[in-house]
């Protein structure tokens, strides 16, 4: 049998071409072709309907002499740094907990996890309702305290963090990867260290926590591609208001699709990408060069 200088046979090359190819196919349907059209059609003034026509860069040099535009990329990081260094470590946290197996932990893992299977539109309607300034829970519980009510989501000084607020405390997917990751740690390792009269908390710090560095890394990367392109439940509590406070490059980005200036979306979604993919590259890098387990596979 033939086998080329990488010691794989013809054979075996069609066989692995096969099967990338549906993949491939996928990719390239759904990735790199719209990459590419907004990447051109950024550059065009266009309607959707109308002939394209082209004009450089001026979508670009219009969009950042925008404030609301400006305003708009530093929400989207906050929403990245909010979901990726406060969620990831509230998941931490609680997988840490339910890995001990207190009492009805099975309970806890599932109902923390429950928010995950519900629709995203039924929870933005259910916070809303929750941030209503005249009937809402939250208005309530300050009253019973005494305490005066606010219009938490009409205010340009709270409405980003409580939109922000009601996001980040659905931790129940990156809580059931990060516990995954405990579950696989040897009972050995515990057990020697129980031996050696380790703590629970010198445990967690000098086992637990370096043996899932990888899993927390990969868990806060997702958490910050996820803000980066947040856009539902803002868009339905607050639609980027009030005065732009809570908006984003996708709640932007459609409103820009609504008007029939596509070459501006395309330019915004241009924008996000890019951002995006610069941010994740970077958080990943650096976190990779703290990461105990990375170095030691080196």
Do not use: C
Not at 238 to 254: D, E, R, V
Request: proline share 4%; net charge positive.
């Amino acid at each position: 049998m033939r086998r080329d200088g990488s010691g794989v046979s013809g054979r075996h090359r069609l066989g692995i071409g096969i099967f990338l190819a549906p993949v491939l196919i996928l990719y390239v349907a759904f990735f790199l072709y719209p990459l590419v059209f907004i990447s051109i059609t950024s550059l065009m003034e266009w309607t959707g309907i109308s002939k394209a026509q082209f004009i450089g860069f001026e979508n670009y040099k219009k969009l950042f002499s925008d404030s609301t535009f400006i305003m708009g990329i530093r929400n989207n990081f906050i929403w990245a740094f909010a979901s990726g260094f406060i969620q990831i470590p509230l998941a931490t946290l609680v997988a840490l907990i339910l890995a001990r197996k207190p009492p009805l932990w099975k309970f806890l893992r599932t109902l923390y996890f429950l928010p995950n299977v519900i629709s995203a539109v039924a929870l933005a309607m259910l916070w809303k309702a929750i941030y209503n300034p005249a009937y809402g829970l939250l208005n309530g519980l300050l009253s019973l305290l005494g305490l005066p009510g606010h219009n938490w989501l009409g205010d340009t000084a709270t409405a980003l963090t409580a939109v922000i607020a009601q996001s980040v405390l659905y931790i129940g997917y990156f809580m059931i990867i990060i516990l995954a990751a405990i579950t696989n740690i040897p009972d050995s390792l515990y057990e020697a260290a129980e031996i050696d009269g380790a703590s629970v908390v010198q445990q967690t710090f000098r086992i637990t926590l370096p043996m899932i560095s990888g899993t927390l890394v990969t868990s806060i990367t997702l958490a910050m591609a996820y803000g980066m392109r947040h856009f539902e439940a803002t868009f339905l509590m607050t639609g980027g208001g009030p005065a732009y406070a809570t908006t984003t490059m996708g709640i932007q980005l459609y409103n820009k699709m609504d008007a029939f200036r596509y070459g501006e979306a395309s330019a915004i979604g241009a924008i996000l990408i890019l951002l995006g993919t610069v941010l994740i590259v970077l958080i990943r890098s650096l976190l990779s060069k703290n990461d105990p387990m990375a170095e030691a596979a080196q």
